[in-house]
């Protein structure tokens, strides 16, 4: 799996957007991006994945850069349900061994 | 609710006791990973099946740890001569094995070794 890097928290008011950084410089070319969430004391909750493209879904937006060495997740009227550990992941799909970080924790704030 | 289910859900045990979970898939899913994850820290993958065959072990599943998937259905993970190290929470995920695929995770069972 590619290396990814997040910042370790973020703040988000509650109604805004909310645009959740990753940085996968080493991501490979067969590789995908990946977004999961953790909310307090539940298992992992998959959110959306992307190649090249944006992708968007009921969830969330995704916005991969052209060179793919980063992407932006985008929770676009974050909730306070919302409030949870994003993990970024690069990963080939097929076979997930799925290699998570330590995420970002994203606090929405009322 | 993923349709995954794990029991139990909570584990309170002595060292050097024996324990077992159990994780149930969505039906139609082939595959499934079993994880643990730590306190502030994401989950670590510890195995993988597709269908009764184990493809994969993390080196973090020491010889303790066996995990057995009959019939490519349930699965269950087995830790022997538990150590207060093997506190955390297991975590199992299902997909459906074809292409990009996301897992769908269960609740996870909070294993505590006193």
């Known amino acids: 799996d590619a290396k990814t890097t997040q910042p370790p928290s973020m703040d988000c008011a509650e109604g805004r957007a909310a645009n959740l950084p990753c940085n996968h410089s080493?991501?490979?070319?067969?590789?995908?991006v990946y977004w999961y969430r953790q909310i307090h004391s539940q298992g992992p909750q998959y959110i959306i994945h992307?190649?090249?493209n944006n992708e968007t879904n009921e969830m969330a937006s995704l916005i991969i850069t052209e060179d793919r060495k980063s992407s932006t997740l985008i929770l676009p009227h974050a909730t306070l349900r919302d409030t949870a550990v994003y993990y970024c992941i690069g990963n080939s799909g097929g076979y997930q061994k799925v290699t998570f970080g330590t995420g970002t924790k994203l606090q929405v704030i009322p | 609710d993923t349709g995954v289910s794990q029991n139990p859900r909570h584990k309170i045990t002595k060292r050097g006791q024996n324990v077992t979970f159990r994780c149930d898939p969505i039906?139609?899913?082939?595959?499934l990973y079993w994880y643990r994850q730590t306190l502030g820290q994401g989950p670590e993958f510890l195995t993988y099946f597709q269908n009764e065959a184990q493809l994969e072990k993390s080196r973090l599943l020491s010889d303790r740890f066996s995990a057995e998937r009959p019939k490519g259905s349930f699965s269950t993970l087995e830790i022997q001569r538990t150590e207060q190290g093997d506190s955390a929470m297991y975590l199992c995920?299902?997909?459906?094995?074809?292409?990009?695929?996301?897992?769908?995770f269960g609740p996870g069972t909070r294993l505590t070794v006193l």
């Open positions: 080493t991501i490979s070319g067969n590789e995908y």
């Open positions: 995920a299902s997909s459906i094995g074809q292409g990009t695929a996301e897992q769908f």
């Open positions: 039906s139609e899913h082939n595959r």
């Open positions: 992307g190649l090249k």
